[in-house]
């Protein structure tokens, strides 16, 4: 399997910013869209964000527009998604995936069940 890892997760207060890595194999990023998920505690999982492999754009949900950017670094083996304006609702284990299918695609199940996964990182927001 592709070794996918989160990192920078923590416990901040409302308004704090964070900001998770996620690394991965290079080669997998040059055909590869990268999203990030979270799953709150008794929630659905839910896409987040999602970066493409060809030209950078990214898509976002609409609960983080203007606060959360996905940023892709030069080697392009790693991603970032930098959080701004950080609210409780964002209390979630977020999750990073790359999967065969452009971002146009990555709520569906077919990105979902495709994906290679990291264990999660943990973002805890205290009001």
């Known amino acids: 399997q592709v070794q996918v890892v989160e990192s920078g997760g923590g416990l901040v207060h409302s308004g704090d910013s964070l900001t998770l890595s996620c690394t991965f194999p290079e080669s997998h990023a040059t055909n590869y869209a990268i999203a990030w998920f979270r799953r709150a505690p008794g929630k659905e999982r839910e896409g987040v964000s999602c970066?493409?492999?060809?030209?950078?754009?990214?898509n976002y949900v609409d609960s983080v527009k203007g606060r959360f950017t996905i940023l892709r670094e030069d080697s392009k083996n790693r991603v970032y998604l930098q959080m701004n304006n950080l609210k409780p609702e964002d209390t979630a284990v977020y999750y990073c995936?790359?999967?065969?299918?452009?971002?146009?695609?990555?709520?569906?199940?077919?990105?979902?069940?495709?994906?290679?996964w990291g264990p999660g990182t943990q973002v805890t927001v205290f009001k």
């Open positions: 970066i493409s492999p060809s030209d950078g754009s990214s």
């Open positions: 995936a790359i999967a065969g299918w452009d971002c146009q695609y990555y709520r569906s199940s077919s990105f979902h069940n495709s994906g290679d």
